[in-house]
T-cell receptor, first 112, second 112 residues
Framework: DAKTTQPPSMDCAEGRAANLPCNHS???????VYWYRQIHSQGPQYIIH???NNETNEMASLIITEDRKSSTLILPHATLRDTAVYYC?????????????FGAGTQVVVTP | DAGVIQSPRHEVTEMGQEVTLRCKPI?????LFWYRQTMMRGLELLIY????????DSGMPEDRFSAKMPNASFSTLKIQPSEPRDSAVYFC??????????FGPGTRLTVL
């Protein structure tokens, strides 16, 4: 699976949008981009995933560049409960016997 | 649905003892994953099952670790004999064969 690069940490003000970047320059054509987050002392939580097109759900938006070498997770209105480690992962997905390989992620701290 | 259930939530044992961690996946999910998380190595996939059959156990650290899934609603991860370096948080996750894995709350294992 392709590897990802994320900044180790970032701060965000409560109520503002949080834009989390991820580089995956070696992603292959059939690999998806997944985002998970892990709030302290809890299990990871799925946020969103995409292949080529931008995606949006109730939690976040995922913007994937046209060449698919990078992506951005957007939390539109960050709250204190969004403080967590955010993981960007590329994988084939379980339907293709893919596996999620978690890296170090980005520690996001939302401040009042 | 109660989500993925793991037991025990905390386990403290002495080196050399056998440890058994238990997981009940979400009903109807056909994939089950076991992960281990430590400060040094982050979140690692140990093994995963599809329809109760082990598919990939390449992440299992050594022969002291074994995992079983006797039916669709129960899985165990056993460590025998346990060692201090096995101390970690062990997560179980399940998936409906799609792209979203649902994680349990984890079992915090301490081997003295």
């Amino acid at each position: 699976d392709a590897k990802t690069t994320q900044p180790p940490s970032m701060d965000c003000a409560e109520g503002r949008a949080a834009n989390l970047p991820c580089n995956h320059s070696t992603i292959s054509g059939n690999e998806y981009v997944y985002w998970y987050r892990q709030i302290h002392s809890q299990g990871p939580q799925y946020i969103i995933h995409g292949l080529k097109n931008n995606e949006t759900n109730e939690m976040a938006s995922l913007i994937i560049t046209e060449d698919r070498k990078s992506s951005t997770l957007i939390l539109p209105h960050a709250t204190l409960r969004d403080t967590a480690v955010y993981y960007c992962i590329v994988s084939l997905g379980t339907d293709s016997w893919g596996k999620l390989q978690f890296g170090a992620g980005t520690q996001v701290v939302v401040t009042p | 649905d109660a989500g993925v259930i793991q037991s025990p939530r905390h386990e403290v044992t002495e080196m050399g003892q056998e440890v058994t961690l238990r997981c009940k996946p979400i009903s109807g999910h056909d994939y089950l994953f076991w992960y281990r998380q430590t400060m040094m190595r982050g979140l690692e996939l140990l093994i995963y099952f599809n329809n109760n059959v082990p598919i990939d156990d390449s992440g299992m650290p050594e022969d002291r670790f074994s995992a079983k899934m006797p039916n669709a609603s129960f899985s165990t991860l056993k460590i025998q004999p346990s060692e201090p370096r096995d101390s970690a948080v062990y997560f179980c996750a399940s998936s409906a064969g799609g792209n979203e894995q649902f994680f349990g709350p984890g079992t915090r294992l301490t081997v003295l």
